[in-house]
């Protein structure tokens, strides 16, 4: 049964930096290419940010390019995003999802319970 | 980037409804379009990938449908479970982007 896990999330001071991790078991994690999505409150989804499944290759949105990066350890079936510069507007729950690669792109066909973050002096 | 563009932002519907919701993306697409479902406090769901193809274990009342830059997901009899908030997502391009939303409320 797939399982995605995030944690990390807190309160954090506007210019401040924080890691969230994001544990997946129940599938091969190294098969798959994996994603972040925030939801701000009372907002909808954005998509943030994918890494392919050997990490080659990382993408992200133009809100967090340059601030956020994505990383996995597949040996410890983890991804992470390391968000630096953090704003008040990054406040939102933070989602990881796995993502399944089909004919016509990619989905996201499972997601974590989401962790909060918080950006706020 | 590609904007996604959901309509209506909210309908109200009744148990055993027809419901109809629009995505439409800025630039063509073909069929690289996904439909979520969230429900409040929840972690969203896909309902549909590939514009039509229903994933694994959703009910047979849910159908996509559209290619090239419109696109819709209808729901043929509106259940009291239904009652949330549908997200299109298109996957072409390298940016990923999503709809604004759709909110499905109980008239």
């Known amino acids: 049964q797939v399982h995605l896990v995030e944690s990390g999330g807190d309160l954090v001071r506007p210019g401040g930096s924080l890691r969230l991790s994001c544990e997946a078991s129940?599938?091969?994690?190294?098969?798959?290419?994996m994603s972040w999505v925030r939801q701000a409150p009372g907002k909808g989804l954005e998509w943030l940010s994918y890494i392919y499944s050997t990490g080659s290759y990382r993408n992200y949105a133009d809100s967090v390019k340059g601030r956020f990066t994505i990383s996995r350890d597949n040996a410890k079936n983890s991804l992470y995003l390391q968000m630096n510069s953090l704003r008040a507007e990054d406040t939102a729950v933070y989602y990881c999802?796995?993502?399944?690669?089909?004919?016509?792109?990619?989905?996201?066909?499972?997601w974590g319970h989401g962790t909060l973050v918080t950006v706020s002096s | 980037d590609i904007e996604m563009t959901q309509s209506p932002s909210s309908l109200s519907a009744s148990v055993g409804d027809r419901v109809t919701i629009t995505c439409r993306a800025s630039?063509?697409?073909?069929?690289?379009l996904n439909w979520y479902q969230q429900k409040p406090g929840k972690a969203p769901n896909l309902l549909i990938y590939a514009a039509s193809t229903l994933q694994s274990g959703v009910p047979s009342r849910f159908s996509g449908s559209g290619s090239g830059t419109d696109f819709t997901l209808t729901i043929s009899s509106l259940q009291p479970e239904d009652f949330a908030t549908y997200y299109c997502q298109q996957s072409f391009t390298a940016l990923r982007t999503f709809g604004q939303g759709t909110k499905v409320e109980m008239k």
């Open positions: 630039q063509t697409i073909s069929r690289y």
């Open positions: 129940g599938f091969s994690f190294s098969d798959h290419y």
């Open positions: 999802a796995r993502a399944v690669s089909g004919e016509y792109g990619h989905y996201l066909d499972f």
